[in-house]
């Protein structure tokens, strides 16, 4: 519940209208909210959690979720298109660390764009109680294996939808398999403990964690952490 409230505060951060909604207006407004969220910045410092500008309307949760798996492993994430902004929550604060250093460089691109209104956002360190789950190997990503011609992508969707937004659904329907990538952890770990072994569409669905697939060079202890035994460790 806490990491609930602690993700709800952030994001209220990141719509509220006082940081950004008259800084294209005027050169001086841009500088003068740059001001402003250069201060959240510094008060923020060490946070995993950041917030981004200048976000598409086209923007994908899916391009999102890859470019931040560049650095490390995600604990959540949201997009508000009508403001044009986003906030990514990581679990290490060093992924956020080198993930805004590269936007400061002006070296943080997602489909070509440039985003360089990158800043840290308050958020709290990953509980202990997290922790565990981690160890445990729990992931945002998920495994759902016997399923059979009934599963397309749509009804995946449907299903799961019940749990959260998606990074994104892939079907290998010659495996009977399908990997449904959520954008939170809490998301995936609501949707396995609801639908692991129910029988659905004539079958019984087997509901697994998947691995979180991070780049070569994303930091911070998670990032060594392994997926849970129970379920496949290929990541999507």
Same mark, same amino acid.
Request: proline share 2%.
């Given at each position: 519940?806490?990491?609930?409230?602690?993700?709800?505060?952030?994001?209220?951060?990141?719509?509220?209208?006082?940081?950004?909604?008259?800084?294209?207006?005027?050169?001086?407004?841009? =500088?003068?909210?740059?001001?402003?969220?250069?201060?959240?910045?510094?008060?923020?410092?060490?946070?995993?959690?950041?917030?981004?500008?200048?976000?598409?309307?086209?923007?994908?949760?899916?391009?999102?979720?890859?470019?931040?798996?560049?650095?490390?492993? &995600?604990?959540?994430?949201?997009?508000?298109?009508?403001?044009?902004?986003?906030?990514?929550?990581? @679990?290490?604060?060093?992924?956020?660390?080198?993930?805004?250093?590269?936007?400061?460089?002006?070296?943080?691109?997602?489909?070509?764009?440039?985003?360089?209104?990158?800043?840290?956002?308050?958020?709290?360190? @990953?509980?202990?109680?997290?922790?565990?789950?981690?160890?445990?190997?729990?992931?945002?990503?998920?495994?759902?294996?016997? &399923?059979?011609?009934?599963?397309?992508?749509?009804?995946?969707?449907?299903?799961?939808?019940?749990?959260?937004?998606?990074?994104?659904?892939?079907?290998?329907?010659?495996?009977?398999?399908?990997?449904?990538?959520?954008?939170?952890?809490?998301?995936?770990?609501?949707?396995?403990?609801?639908?692991?072994?129910?029988?659905?569409?004539?079958?019984?669905?087997?509901?697994?964690?998947?691995? =979180?697939? &991070?780049?070569?060079?994303?930091?911070?202890?998670?990032?060594?952490?392994?997926?849970?035994?129970?379920?496949?460790?290929?990541?999507?």
């Amino acid at each position: 519940e806490e990491r609930e409230d602690d993700f709800k505060e952030s994001w209220e951060l990141v719509q509220e209208e006082e940081l950004v909604s008259r800084a294209s207006q005027n050169r001086k407004g841009f =500088e003068q909210k740059s001001s402003l969220l250069s201060k959240i910045s510094q008060e923020s410092n060490a946070s995993r959690g950041l917030i981004l500008f200048g976000v598409e309307a086209d923007m994908h949760e899916h391009d999102l979720c890859t470019a931040a798996n560049r650095f490390g492993r &995600i604990e959540r994430l949201k997009i508000h298109r009508r403001r044009g902004r986003a906030l990514v929550a990581f @679990i290490d604060p060093e992924a956020a660390v080198s993930m805004l250093n590269l936007a400061r460089q002006n070296k943080f691109y997602i489909n070509h764009k440039n985003f360089t209104r990158v800043y840290f956002v308050p958020m709290h360190p @990953i509980s202990k109680e997290v922790w565990g789950l981690l160890k445990a190997g729990v992931t945002r990503n998920l495994y759902i294996g016997n &399923i059979n011609q009934s599963f397309t992508e749509e009804v995946l969707r449907n299903i799961f939808s019940a749990y959260g937004e998606f990074d994104s659904i892939i079907v290998l329907m010659h495996k009977h398999i399908a990997f449904v990538n959520m954008t939170s952890m809490q998301g995936a770990v609501t949707g396995r403990s609801a639908l692991n072994g129910v029988e659905m569409h004539g079958t019984r669905l087997v509901v697994n964690y998947a691995k =979180e697939k &991070i780049g070569q060079f994303a930091i911070g202890a998670s990032s060594n952490l392994k997926t849970s035994k129970s379920g496949p460790t290929t990541g999507v």
